[in-house]
């Protein structure tokens, strides 16, 4: 009976014990269940917050080696410390501090803020404030009249705190062929799963590129190395060619280096398939090695996430710690959130980068976000070294009536090297940055920057006008080579000269002969120079026969306007027929002058070919000064005064004339000397026409291109006019030099010919032929002078 009772008294309590020893143990498997389960549930944005904080509604715990957000508790005062533990201070503080929030009517300041979404501190005390209900419009937040919010920075948390936005947080796995592969859900990704092959659809970046072919029923590999790609576009084209997913990877600066995934962002758009994101390294693998290999997708929701950052729109601007912040239009197109202005990688200003993503900066995408970031940081397009460039655009010109209307950089979306670099803007400008950026940007097709634009797609490949007009392989080959040949024959007609001048030592002694042999020297420098067209070109240009660089660009450039030294020592031939005819100088007397008539010129083509040195580049036919009006405008002066002081000669000729013809009415003396004066005449308009065959078309071409006609850039017929007659004077200076004795074996061999029309042209002023015709002396000459006044040599 005793055991009995010993047994019914032990029972329970070892049946309590098992009891106990179960519920332990089970509470020991939940916890590490559970313990498990938050390990592998909490997002990568709530942890390491003890470097990167936390959301509103979260706070830090500040964990050693594991510091994660955690949802704030109702009761904050009350929870905190029970939660955290009184030995985690810093945890309990953070609580505390970002989930006990002023109410309405509390004081508020920058640690003290008030409960979101429904109350804002109006800063009215500058660093402090009070809280107060937010606006059902947050334009009245802006209203300057409105008497409780009296600072920039309450009519910034006013926007920031009645306006939280929030986005979904997902979790995402990828596995390839089995083998997992770290990922990051983008931002606005469906919650779904699917599986397919992997295809490599990079392409989809480009806006030329619509479809991925290969992507039906598969998953869209994309190398996001554009750093400004519109995550939304890719995904959508991805889905209307057939694919499952977009996995994206790309090499990113932001501290993570190429072994983690990035963060993208979906902007608030819904998209029909997941788009997750691997890192850049894990990217390469599978874009060499696992094309074709099966992939399954999986995007789960974490939740909502959200986060006070001031709303800007056309209406609303940013202020108080945002004021002089561009708004970037990134929240559905009508709203953004403000951004600073462009830096480059150095941290310097780059306002291009409002227009072109240059660098790793890339916040600047669509039409309203271009010209918020052209207004608010002052950026204008500084072209590079370009004579027919306008000097700088402030923000383009924006805005056309008609879709019709709207600028298309390749008008059939034909970018055929989306990778090659255009000479326009800035440094490393790329294709697909052009195309993409007409085709997000309103600007107008009849604008100077579309036409300019239009005129250098064909670098990437694309049909239109091409460069100067030159629409066919045929028309470049034409702009390349007649310049060329016509610049061999004026090297032949200098070379002429020269070798004439020379040929006689009585010659050689002469001022005239040694004008004529230096400006037949300059001629051949510059024809040279001509003659190479394209070739000294830099080769990235991809103009027909360019295989230079910068180096032979400025050699080209220098050597031509040393060929300028031409057109200066023509005025001093000019000079030299003044003060022989007209003045009356010996040749002894002109001898002396001598050294003004050859320095003049060469050291006023020397400082123009030096000083030019910073600004040669590429002009179309050659390189040559990119600067505008120079040095046309010299060369412009000096074809003015050369007319003017041959027409002088020719006044002052016809003048004495005709007042000897008084006192000679017949007689053999006074028909030589009307002879004369035809002969005179007739030399010095063939000497200018050299000058007037040879630039007024170049000159014309040059005016235009500064003067920013748009048309001039398709002019191909004046383009090629320009560039073939501009070469050719020293043709021309050969064609004058031997034209009396040309005409003077004419009139021997055919004498009747002077008697009809044609031999009167031909040989009208010229019936005196020989090297050294009868003298013409100033009408103050003295008959008594010792040394008569130079015999005039009517074939120089």
């Not at 008008?411 to 400008?429: Q, S």
């Not at 080769?539 to 300028?564: E, R, S």
């Not at 041959?646 to 005709?658: I, P, S």
């Not at 010919?753 to 015709?773: A, D, E, I, M």
Request: aromatic fraction near 12%; hydrophobic fraction near 35%; charged fraction near 20%.
């Amino acid at each position: 009976m005793g055991r009995i009772v010993f047994t019914l008294n032990i029972l329970p309590n070892m049946c309590l014990i098992i009891v106990g020893w179960t519920m332990l143990l089970m509470l020991l498997l939940v916890a590490q269940e559970v313990h498990g389960q938050e390990q592998q549930e909490i997002h990568p944005w709530f942890t390491e917050c003890d470097r990167y904080g936390c959301f509103p509604d979260y706070f830090c715990n500040f964990e050693v080696n594991n510091s994660v957000c955690e949802l704030c508790p109702s009761t904050p005062a009350e929870e905190c410390a029970p939660l955290l533990g009184l030995s985690n201070n810093l945890g309990v503080e953070d609580c505390l501090s970002e989930c006990g929030r002023g109410q309405e009517g509390e004081p508020c300041s920058e640690k003290n803020q008030c409960e979101e979404k429904s109350l804002f501190c109006n800063f009215q005390n500058g660093d402090s404030g009070t809280c107060e209900k937010c606006k059902t419009d947050l334009s009245e937040c802006l209203l300057e009249d409105y008497v409780d919010i009296i600072s920039d920075r309450g009519r910034q948390d006013c926007l920031e705190s009645c306006d939280l936005k929030c986005v979904p947080m997902h979790f995402s796995s990828n596995f390839v062929d089995g083998a997992k592969i770290t990922s990051t859900a983008l931002v606005g990704s469906p919650s779904t799963s699917v599986s397919g092959p992997v295809v490599d659809c990079t392409n989809l970046i480009y806006d030329g590129q619509p479809t991925c072919p290969d992507a039906n029923n598969s998953v869209c590999l994309v190398e996001d190395y554009t750093k400004n790609t519109y995550y939304v576009d890719v995904v959508n084209k991805c889905a209307s060619s057939g694919g499952v997913a977009v996995v994206f990877f790309g090499q990113y600066e932001d501290g993570k280096g190429t072994d983690e995934p990035f963060g993208g962002f979906l902007s608030y758009k819904q998209t029909q398939i997941p788009s997750i994101s691997i890192s850049y390294n894990d990217g390469i693998h599978l874009q060499q090695s696992e094309i074709g290999s099966h992939a399954n997708i999986s995007v789960s929701s974490a939740g909502d996430y959200c986060f006070k950052e001031q709303t800007c729109s056309e209406t609303i601007p940013c202020v108080g710690e945002n004021a002089g912040k561009f708004c970037n239009f990134k929240w559905g197109g009508d709203e953004g959130k403000c951004m600073t202005c462009p830096e480059d990688d150095n941290g310097e200003p780059d306002p291009i980068a409002c227009f072109f993503t240059t660098s790793e900066w890339g916040e600047v995408t669509g039409q309203k976000a271009v010209e918020s970031c052209a207004e608010v940081c002052a950026s204008n397009l500084k072209f590079r070294k370009c004579k027919y460039c306008p000097q700088d655009v402030s923000g383009f010109k924006f805005g056309v009536k008609r879709e019709s209307d709207q600028c298309q950089f390749c008008p059939e979306n034909d970018v055929t090297y989306p990778d090659r670099e255009l000479p326009l803007f800035v440094e490393g400008l790329q294709c697909w940055q052009m195309q993409k950026f007409f085709k997000t940007v309103e600007v107008n097709s009849d604008s100077t920057n579309c036409l300019l634009a239009q005129t250098m797609n064909y670098i990437c490949g694309c049909k239109g006008p091409g460069y100067a007009g030159a629409s066919t392989e045929t028309k470049k080959v034409v702009l390349a080579w007649l310049p060329r040949v016509m610049a061999m024959l004026s090297v032949l007609g200098s070379s002429f000269i020269i070798y004439d001048a020379l040929s006689s030592k009585k010659n050689r002694q002469k001022v005239l002969y040694q004008l004529m042999i230096a400006l037949s020297i300059s001629d051949i420098l510059g024809s040279c120079a001509y003659a190479l067209t394209t070739l000294p070109t830099p080769a990235n240009t991809f103009m027909y026969g360019a295989k230079g660089n910068d180096a032979t660009c400025v050699a080209q450039g220098f050597f031509i306007q040393l060929g300028t030294i031409s057109c200066y020592i023509n005025v001093s031939v000019a000079v030299y027929y003044l003060l022989v005819i007209k003045m009356g100088r010996t040749e002894r007397q002109m001898k002396k002058a001598r050294i003004w008539l050859f320095t003049c010129p060469i050291l006023i083509g020397l400082t123009f070919a030096f000083a030019g040195i910073p600004f040669y580049g590429n002009t179309i036919l050659w390189c040559n000064t990119t600067e505008n009006w120079w040095p046309e405008v010299p060369v412009a002066i000096a074809i003015l005064l050369a007319t003017a002081i041959m027409a002088t000669v020719c006044w002052d000729v016809y003048q004495k004339e005709k007042a000897s013809s008084r006192w000679r009415i017949s007689g053999v003396e006074g028909t030589a000397r009307n002879k004369l004066s035809e002969q005179v005449f007739w030399q010095s308009f063939w000497y200018l026409m050299a000058f007037y065959f040879t630039w007024p078309p170049y000159l014309v071409l040059q005016y235009l291109l500064a003067s920013r006609n748009t048309k001039v850039f398709t002019m191909y017929g004046l383009i090629l006019t320009a560039g073939t007659m501009v070469p050719l004077q020293g043709f021309w200076n050969a064609f004058v030099y031997i034209r009396p004795r040309h005409l003077k074996r004419i009139r021997k061999s055919a004498p009747c010919l002077k008697f009809t029309f044609l031999g009167r042209l031909r040989t009208f002023g010229s019936q005196n032929t020989s090297p050294n015709v009868s003298p013409i002396t100033s009408h103050n000459s003295n008959s008594a002078t010792k040394e008569q006044p130079i015999s005039l040599d009517t074939h120089v």
